[in-house]
Nanobody, 113 residues
């Protein structure tokens, strides 16, 4: 099993920045990739960014150039810059330990003036 705990969400004005953190515990040595997803009200959950154990990263087109995913041992970060109102969502941390997916409880990000 893998447990994920997110932190760092909050209310920020448009153009502002936030950094989300997700700390994994449990069978972390078997994790092959970690990711951030988000889900806005009335919309499906979508991939924001992921990072593989080898370090390769992928980003949704909507966040390229504004968000950066990084990982330090058992913690994955999502640095978010130039936030827009459309970035408002519940952000979830995800870890893959093939064939299992694990999810955190989510942290709310609200971008509003």
């Amino acid at each position: 099993q893998v447990q994920l705990v997110e932190s760092g969400g909050g209310l920020v004005q448009p153009g502002g920045s936030l950094r989300l953190s997700c700390t994994a515990s449990g069978l972390i040595s078997s994790i092959t990739s970690m990711a951030w997803y988000r889900q806005a009200p009335g919309k499906q959950r979508e991939l924001v960014a992921n990072i593989a154990s080898g370090g390769s990263r992928n980003y949704a087109d909507s966040v390229k150039g504004r968000f950066t995913i990084s990982r330090d041992k058992n913690t994955v970060y999502l640095q978010m810059y130039s936030l827009k109102p459309e970035d408002t969502a519940l952000y979830y941390c995800n870890a893959v330990r093939t064939p299992f997916y694990y999810w955190g409880q989510g942290t709310q990000v609200t971008v509003s003036s």
